[in-house]
C-alpha cells in the first residue's frame, strides 16, 4: 500500500494501532487506492491525517466533529471546517466566524486556516477524512466512520474532561461514543446556512473556554487573525 500510508503522531499511533490492523482498515485503504486510479481525492495524501498530527492525543482539549471534507480544489487540508491558505472561507465557516465574533467580540477572520486552534490542542476531526473532488459524501461508508468512531471511543476513554462540541444531527449521533461523566457536551444545529439560526446565540467558545478553566487548562485562544 505505498500510495497510501498512515503518518500519524507518535501518540495516536500506538492509541489507534489496533484499528490499522483490522480487515475494514485495510478495505479502506485497497478503497482509496483504487480510487486513485480514476479520481482526484481530497485532501492530498499528506494532509488526510492533520487533525491528528496537529493536536498530539496527549494534547487534546476540545474536539470538534465534521462529517466530510470539502469538495472544492483546494479547499481540504485535514481539518474538519478548516481551509488552506488562500481559499475563500465556506458558508459555514463564515458563519462559525460570525458566532464567534458575537460571543467573543474576536474579528472576522480574513482566512479560513484553522491550524492554530489544532496547534492549541482543538481535535477538529471530520467522521470521513476522504472525499472525490466535487462529489460530497462520495466515501461514505467505506470504512472512515468506522475508524473515526474508534478515534471518538478512544479520547473518550483515554482522556479526562475534554470539551465536545456536537454542532447538528450527524455530529450529535456520536454523543453515544461519549462518556457524559467524565466529558462535556455541548450541542448546537450546525452552522451551515440551512440550519444556522440555530447555532448562533450557542456561544460555544466562551462556554468552552469557561469549562477549560473548570478543568485547570488554559482556554483557547480562538482569533486567527494572527496565525
Known sequence: MSEVKVKMEAGWSEALSEEFSQPYFRQLKSFLLEERQ????YPPGPQIFSAFNFTPISAVRVVIIGQDPYHGAGQANGLCFSVSDGIKPP???????KELNTDLGIPIPI???LEKWARQGVFLLNATLTVRQGQPASHHGHGWEQFTDAVIRTLSKQCNGLVFLLWGRFAQAKENLIDSSKHHILKAAHPSPFSVTGFYGCRHFSKTNALLVEEGHAPIDWNINNI
Request: charged share 5%; no cysteine.
Open 91 to 97: 458558508p459555514s465557516l463564515v458563519n462559525i466566524f
Open 38 to 41: 480514476t479520481y482526484r481525492i
Open 111 to 113: 482566512h479560513g486556516n
